[in-house]
Structures are given as structure tokens and as C-alpha cells.
């Protein structure tokens, strides 16, 4: 069930990551015509933003046999998932930021800042999930 909570969660991140960055207008090349957006860029942009949640699932996947809480690297993963969800849920509402100034670096400093955020929730719910010692051979 876990599993597929998650994949569900990147694949809405995602999906709202193409839309945000598709509305910033990330690799827009501007020509007589009019602007193309260069695909790979948003594309790019938005695996980025899915990179948090899936380093987390991750980690909590590889857990589980590991610990002796394994649903506390699952709660985790969860509490990451529901901040990337927020977060560009907040961004894919607020539409297109003024282009004059720095709003629309969200659309690459989150990511990064995103994956930092993924990799403390996770290493504290790891440590958590740790207490009380290892799990025994029998169980």
C-alpha cells in the first residue's frame, strides 16, 4: 500500500512540476515567431522536483528490513511527499510569477532545497526508527 501512496504522490509532483515550469516559462527560447519551449528543460525541472520523493521512498523501501520501526521511515516518506505536494500545489495556484524578478527561481532553487529537506526528515525517522536496537533473526 505504501508503494503505491507514493508513486501516486510523484506522479501528482510531477505532473504539477511540468505545469509550474511549463507557467515560468523554464527553456523558452524567444524567436520572430513567437517562443518554443524546449522540452528537455522542463522536463528536466521536473524530474528534479520528483528526485526528493523518490530518494525518500527509497530509503524507507530499504529500511524496512533494517529497523526495528519500519513505519517510522514510512511516515517519512509520507511527510516528504506531502510537502512537495503543498509546495507546488501553492506554486501551480499562484500561476505565473513577474518575469522582472527573482520569483520564478523556485522553479530550481525548490528542488534542490527540497532534496536537503528529504534527506534530514529521512535520516531523523531513520535514527528514530533505530531506538530500541536492531531487529532480531526471529522476526
Known amino acids: 500500500m505504501f508503494n503505491k501512496i507514493i508513486a501516486i504522490v ?3 509532483i510531477f505532473g504539477l ?15 520572430a515567431s513567437g517562443f518554443v519551449y524546449v522540452v ?9 522536483a ?22 517510522v ?5 509520507y511527510i516528504v511527499g506531502a510537502v512537495g505536494l503543498v509546495a507546488y500545489t501553492y506554486y501551480v495556484a ?5 518575469p522582472n524578478t527573482a520569483a520564478h527561481m523556485h522553479v ?3 528542488p534542490v532545497l527540497y532534496v536537503l529537506f528529504s534527506l534530514v526528515v529521512m535520516a531523523l525517522s531513520v535514527g528514530v526508527s533505530f531506538i530500541g536496537g536492531r531487529r532480531s533473526a526471529n522476526q
Open 10 to 12: 510523484i506522479l501528482l
Open 94 to 98: 499562484n500561476g505565473q510569477t513577474d
Open 73 to 77: 521511515p514510512e511516515i517519512g516518506a
Open 17 to 31: 512540476s511540468v505545469i509550474n515550469a511549463a507557467d515560468e516559462a523554464i527553456g523558452v527560447v524567444y524567436e
Open 40 to 48: 528537455v528543460d522542463v522536463v528536466v525541472v521536473s524530474f528534479l
Open 50 to 71: 520528483v528526485l526528493a520523493p523518490i530518494i525518500s521512498m527509497a530509503i524507507a523501501v530499504l529500511m524496512r528490513k533494517v529497523v526495528r520501526r519500519p513505519k
Open 108 to 110: 530550481v532553487l525548490f
